[in-house]
């Protein structure tokens, strides 16, 4: 099982360029989150989804876009870059238990 | 709403000596408990959780954490740290039957290990 996997795992953004991270899981599970990590600060919830066509936000969503069109894959967007969404991005899912995560992707905004 | 709290934002052990970490929530039934270790440059993997039953887990990597429902507690031990247990532990919570956004974690305590 590969479990989540995020690709990329590292990026370097200018200020203004768009991305998208990538988030894929083969377990089924209808909960996926995006996280992301800054030092010090612990993990805050970008966007969560509860299945395929549902999305809803968590406590810091501007800036960022979600979609989620299969169970598997949860992209996450970023529109127009800045340097405060310099940061570790985490995909995480769950069956209803326990989360698991992926591997990160570390995002620099210059 | 549930929540988590990690009091202690950063512990210092020295190898060989016992730990704990502490972890507090809030929650009106007793939700579903974990501890997740992050090492540096990776992502959080499951160290041990409690759904319900015998009220002390055993975990990987030598962890256990006992839960005790009068303090709201569940609090990570290990009985001698090994350097290589340096990293950020998060203590978390699942409302059972609570739906995508019933999962809440707390803020992190940073482990450094001393020689």
């Known amino acids: 099982n590969a479990g989540v996997t995020q690709t990329p795992k590292f990026r370097i953004l200018k200020i203004g360029q768009s991305m998208t991270l990538q988030c894929t899981q083969d377990m089924n599970h209808n909960y996926m989150y995006w996280y992301r990590q800054d030092p010090g600060m612990g993990l805050k919830l970008i966007y969560y989804?509860?299945?395929?066509?549902?999305?809803d936000k968590g406590e810091v969503p501007n800036g960022y876009n979600v979609s989620r069109s299969t169970t598997e894959d949860f992209p996450l967007r970023l529109e127009l870059a800045a340097p405060s969404q310099t940061s570790v991005y985490f995909c995480a899912s769950r069956p209803g238990s326990e989360a698991f995560f992926g591997q990160g992707t570390r995002l620099t905004v210059v | 709403a549930q929540s988590v709290t990690q009091p202690d934002i950063h512990i210092t052990v020295s190898e060989g000596a016992s730990l704990e970490l502490r972890c507090n929530y809030s929650?009106?039934?007793?939700?579903?408990l974990f501890w997740y270790v992050q090492s540096p440059g990776q992502g959080l993997q499951l160290l041990l959780k409690?759904?319900?039953?015998?009220?002390l887990v055993q975990g990987i990597k030598g962890f256990e954490a006992e839960f005790k429902r009068s303090q709201s507690s569940f609090n990570l031990r290990k009985p001698s740290v090994h350097w290589s247990d340096a990293a950020e532990y998060f203590c978390a919570v699942v409302v059972p039957g609570g739906g995508a956004d019933g999962l809440t974690f707390g803020k992190g305590t940073h482990l450094i290990i001393q020689p």
């Open positions: 409690y759904f319900s039953g015998d009220t």
């Open positions: 929650y009106g039934a007793t939700p579903y």
């Open positions: 989804s509860v299945g395929a066509g549902i999305t």
